[in-house]
């Protein structure tokens, strides 16, 4: 049976037309046919030939192994601390300082137009601590096409290589949120998609927020927090100096991503 004669006796055509604008099964069919044709087109004009798969990451496991050169010995738990959406002056200065104070390192995944905006500050951030693509104006990738992807991470990767002298070796989407092309372009780039396990909530105290984040941590846990964007995230500072502290008492190693990464 041809494709026509199909639709016909399920009654989705009438008079050479599909039926049902808007409603019953023409609707759903028309959405899935043009939906998955507009997916393959995203993912099949640009897609490497050699690309299989993509890394993700929410939470770093513990090494089975021998611990990596540089990493904490068997048994000592890890974490990450992340920040988003920099540089900024509102904030990044701040939580650099207090960073300093207690003597952590962190990842902070910027914002290519806000490295351009602010380089001397983006520099500041690089010369201790390690910096991310967060993509060039921090789009929804949801739904984004491979053309619209390669751009945003593209232009923010030869920004920052241009300012920092390197390139960033590690991506994470804006809002958490991608499509399978953005994955695609990420791997295709060489970057691991950096996520996260659990997060500042600026809708809370400071309190709130260190009694739930020490609660909650585990060896391998990255911590997201923000020192740019539309966020109020002065909760951020005033928590961060008292989680630190209470996470090293917990025997809490801190470590870049690219650090938990290699001792995992």
């Given at each position: 049976m041809d494709r026509r004669s199909f639709l016909r006796r399920a009654g989705l055509v009438a008079g050479g037309a599909v039926v049902g604008a808007g409603g019953?099964?023409?609707?759903?069919?028309?959405?899935?046919?043009?939906?998955?044709?507009?997916?393959?087109?995203?993912?099949?004009?640009?897609?490497?030939?050699?690309?299989?798969?993509?890394?993700l990451i929410y939470r770093v496991p513990a090494a089975s192994g021998a611990s990596a050169a540089g990493a904490p010995s068997p048994g000592t738990p890890r974490i990450a601390l992340t920040f988003d959406d920099g540089p900024s002056t509102a904030y990044t200065a701040r939580v650099?300082?207090?960073?300093?104070a207690a003597d952590v390192r962190a990842t902070f995944f910027?914002?290519?137009?806000?490295?351009?905006?602010l380089p001397a500050l983006a520099r500041e951030v690089a010369a201790r601590h390690v910096v991310g693509n967060h993509t060039w104006d921090h789009p929804d990738l949801s739904l984004a096409e491979a053309g619209d992807a390669r751009s945003q991470l593209q232009r923010t990767h030869d920004e920052v290589a241009s300012v920092l002298g390197q390139p960033p070796t590690l991506f994470r989407p804006p809002f958490g949120r991608f499509s399978g092309?953005?994955?695609?372009?990420?791997?295709?780039?060489?970057y691991p998609i950096v996520l996260w396990d659990t997060l500042f909530d600026v809708r809370q105290s400071a309190e709130a927020n260190i009694e739930?984040?020490?609660?909650?941590?585990?060896?391998?846990?990255?911590?997201?927090?923000?020192?740019?964007?539309?966020?109020?995230?002065d909760v951020v500072i005033e928590a961060l100096p008292e989680l630190i502290a209470q996470l090293k008492d917990k025997g809490f190693q801190f470590q870049t991503i690219p650090e938990l990464l290699a001792s995992g």
């Open positions: 019953g099964l023409a609707h759903e069919w028309e959405h899935i046919h043009y939906g998955l044709a507009k997916s393959g087109h995203a993912l099949g004009e640009e897609r490497p030939p050699d690309l299989t798969q993509t890394r650099l300082d207090v960073l300093a910027q914002v290519g137009e806000r490295v351009r905006a092309a953005t994955a695609m372009i990420a791997t295709s780039m060489n739930q984040l020490a609660a909650s941590a585990q060896d391998g846990t990255i911590i997201l927090g923000h020192d740019g964007g539309p966020l109020h995230s």
